[in-house]
T-cell receptor
Framework: EPEVTQTPSHQVTQMGQEVILRCVPISNHLYFYWYRQILGQKVEFLVSFYNNEISEKSEIFDDQFSVERPDGSNFTLKIRSTKLEDSAMYFC????????????FGPGTRLTVT | DQQVKQNSPSLSVQEGRISILNCDYT??????FLWYKKYPAEGPTFLIS?????DKNEDGRFTVFLNKSAKHLSLHIVPSQPGDSAVYFCAASLQGGSEKLVFGKGMKLTVNP
């Protein structure tokens, strides 16, 4: 069964450093998302991406964040200058198309900023 | 901004009994609701969903009920099994646009053998 994959599973970085989190969505899916979950809190929407552009972003997704689909398979989230409060689980998700509400999630990347 | 609320953080039930997980929402524009299950160190896994035009959807041991007037939905698991022990998230979405998911805080279900 096709699945969403994410790498790395755990990333430790120092405050101020840039990180890139990588995702490979399910191959025939057209909508891509990033969510995050700070420890003990709810899963929060960060950004959605469709047709090679951002379709919606949350207030969390400020100028320090960017997304890219550099080729036909990868979907990346970049944090330019990490802060302590960026420490969280980051989940990538994808879905086939408009009106298909079920999103399929990857296993997540645990980002620890020290 | 708590548009989707799961007010009970945990539930413990005996194997074979019914588990009832509740969820409330405030945004009457939501038109699709989903339940996800999450094990530690894994991503959320889709379980069952319901459109706002329905009041019940059933899939094997899992049934979701929607009460739009009360802005309330519930997930029933019958019979509960130890493998059902996980964190369950209620989520909601709006048709059109990005169709992002808005999640509740989750509820930890423990099914005791």
């Amino acid at each position: 069964e096709p699945e969403v994959t994410q790498t790395p599973s755990h990333q430790v970085t120092q405050m101020g450093q840039e990180v890139i989190l990588r995702c490979v969505p399910i191959s025939n899916h057209l909508y891509f998302y990033w969510y995050r979950q700070i420890l003990g809190q709810k899963v929060e929407f960060l950004v959605s991406f469709y047709n090679n552009e951002i379709s919606e972003k949350s207030e969390i997704f400020d100028d320090q964040f960017s997304v890219e689909r550099p080729d036909g398979s990868n979907f990346t989230l970049k944090i330019r200058s990490t802060k302590l409060e960026d420490s969280a689980m980051y989940f990538c998700a994808s879905k086939p198309g408009q009106g298909n509400y079920e999103q399929y999630f990857g296993p997540g990347t645990r980002l620890t900023v020290t | 901004d708590q548009q989707v609320k799961q007010n009970s953080p945990s539930l413990s039930v005996q194997e074979g009994r019914i588990s009832i997980l509740n969820c409330d929402y405030t945004n009457s524009m939501f038109d699709y609701f989903l339940w996800y299950k999450k094990y530690p160190a894994e991503g959320p896994t889709f379980l069952i969903s319901i459109s706002s035009i329905k009041d019940k959807n059933e899939d094997g041991r899992f049934t979701v009920f929607l009460n739009k007037s009360a802005k309330h939905l519930s997930l029933h698991i019958v019979p509960s099994q130890p493998g059902d022990s996980a964190v369950y998230f209620c989520a909601a979405s709006l048709q059109g646009g990005s169709e992002k998911l808005v999640f509740g805080k989750g509820m930890k279900l423990t099914v005791n053998p």
